[in-house]
């Protein structure tokens, strides 16, 4: 059974820094492309980024490209999203999606 679990979000001011994390279970997280989406309040998912199975291949949205960066501990079965220089528009429920499944989102909250 594929479990995916997002951890990590917050409340912060514009230009600060979260780190998200998304703990796999249930099947091999190596084995799998993995990706970050988001949803805004009142608006549809948008996709974040995506990293290959073996780490060596990132892509990113134009709108985080520069600020974001996502990786993966293969080891632990963890999948992350390292996220800086934040600003409003980030705010939205992140999800962390691979093998089909889905996690419950973490919330990002960017305001002063």
């Known amino acids: 059974q594929v479990q995916l679990v997002e951890s990590g979000g917050g409340l912060v001011q514009p230009g600060g820094s979260l780190r998200l994390s998304c703990a796999a279970s249930?099947?091999?997280?190596?084995?799998?492309?993995m990706s970050w989406v988001r949803q805004a309040p009142g608006k549809g998912l948008e996709w974040v980024s995506t990293?290959?199975?073996?780490?060596?291949?990132?892509t990113y949205a134009g709108s985080v490209r520069g600020r974001f960066t996502i990786s993966r501990d293969n080891a632990k079965n963890t999948l992350y999203l390292q996220m800086n220089k934040l600003k409003p528009e980030d705010t939205a429920l992140y999800f962390c999606?691979?093998?089909?499944?889905r996690g419950q989102g973490t919330q990002v909250t960017v305001s002063s």
């Open positions: 990293i290959n199975s073996g780490g060596g291949t990132t």
């Open positions: 999606t691979g093998n089909g499944g």
């Open positions: 249930g099947f091999t997280l190596s084995n799998y492309p």
